[in-house]
């Protein structure tokens, strides 16, 4: 089993890592306005490459259409990560068939998430083919983010070092286990929400639509329109690029992500000081630990971006620590189960 282990883990670490890389692209792509970059799927323009469009464009064999090419290859080498993601998803999936027996990794989580990564390959050609809808837009960051969460919680689950942490950890008092497990599910579950609710600010063009901070529009409760903000369906023919909604739904929408920030930093904070107060194994600590230390690092950056009049740099690395702050909330899940 250890020497079956030995093959598939380095696949899952190298998965993780890929998967981390996809979802800060994808970020970047859309923050950078490329995400109509190539406005077909899976190619650009019919080709491979921004480059094959290009000179097909130059050449007149693509009527009307003018390639950008620094966009295009924004989106291509995110979709190209993407591909790759899904052949290393399909290998785990192959190796957890063929060494089922030994249970290395269980079948139906391998399975699950293939199927995962290709419900994300799918919802990626529907972003594009359908003119970046903000509800596609969201639920692809979600479907990328659940992929990387899953890839993270595998490759912490075949780590060695971190089986033998919790083989040794000291075991809670009395019934404080199931509470603590309770209250950072429940923190996971309210960050998630965060996070989609992060998505629908971007996706809405919402980010820039409180320029202040801690006040947005100059007032503590300003104008809004909350029942304009969370339209989730819109029609079809539409292009989203830039944003649909009037500047009201735009605060609401804004507004509503820094007080989903308030309220899922406080359940994180509640979570995390309660592992350091009574769990003492180094594995459970350290997770709390990440856990305040991402929290802080996001806080830190949303304030600053917000300040710095969202510099593109400062908003993907916001997209960036989102990420980070959710893997350190899924570790600390991690380190209250079982080996």
């Known amino acids: 089993m250890n ?12 998965a993780f890592v890929l998967a981390f890389a996809v979802v800060v692209l ?3 792509v859309r923050l950078s306005a490329a995400g109509l970059g190539c406005p077909d799927w899976p190619g650009c323009y019919g080709h491979l490459t921004p480059t094959g469009a290009e000179q097909a464009a130059a050449s007149g064999a693509l009527p009307g259409a003018t390639v950008e090419v620094g966009k295009a290859w924004k989106e291509m080498i995110h979709r190209y990560a993407a591909g790759t993601l899904g052949l290393l998803a399909v290998i785990i999936a192959a190796l957890a068939i063929q060494y089922r027996r030994e249970r290395v990794v269980p079948v139906a989580f391998a399975v699950g998430l293939l199927a995962l990564v290709i419900a994300q390959g799918l919802l990626g050609m ?13 639920a692809h960051l979600l479907f990328g983010l659940a992929t990387l969460s899953l890839l993270w919680w595998l490759a912490m689950t075949l780590s060695r070092r971190r089986a033998r942490a919790w083989r040794a950890a000291t075991p809670f008092l009395g019934s404080s286990l199931p509470r603590t497990r309770r209250l950072a ?23 820039v639509a409180c320029p202040d901070v801690p006040k947005c529009q100059g007032a503590w409760w300003p104008d809004m329109d909350g029942r304009g903000a969370f339209v989730l369906w819109r029609g079809l023919d539409v292009n989203y690029e830039g944003g649909v909604l009037a500047q009201p739904a735009r605060v609401a929408i804004h507004f509503a992500h820094r007080l989903g920030a308030l309220l899922a930093s406080g ?7 309660r592992v350091l107060r009574i769990r003492s194994d180094p594995f459970s ?3 709390a630990l990440c856990v305040l230390g ?9 304030i600053t971006m917000v300040g710095s009049g969202f510099p593109l740099w400062l908003a993907t690395a916001h997209s960036a620590g989102a990420a980070l702050l959710l893997l350190a909330a899924v570790a600390l899940n991690r380190a209250l189960r079982p080996a």
Not at 3 to 14: E, F, K
Not at 267 to 273: D, H, K, V
């Open 185 to 207: 599910l429940v923190a996971l579950v309210v960050l998630a929400l965060q996070l989609a609710l992060g998505g629908w600010t971007s996706s809405n063009y919402a980010a």
């Open 126 to 138: 529907l972003t594009v083919t359908w003119q970046l809808k903000p509800l596609i837009v969201t």
């Open 285 to 287: 600590r350290r997770a």
């Open 3 to 14: 020497s079956r282990a030995s093959l598939i883990r380095p696949l899952v670490v190298a």
């Open 294 to 302: 991402a929290l802080a690092l996001q806080l830190t950056l949303g």
């Open 26 to 28: 994808g970020a970047y």
């Open 267 to 273: 359940f994180l904070l509640l979570a995390a000081i």
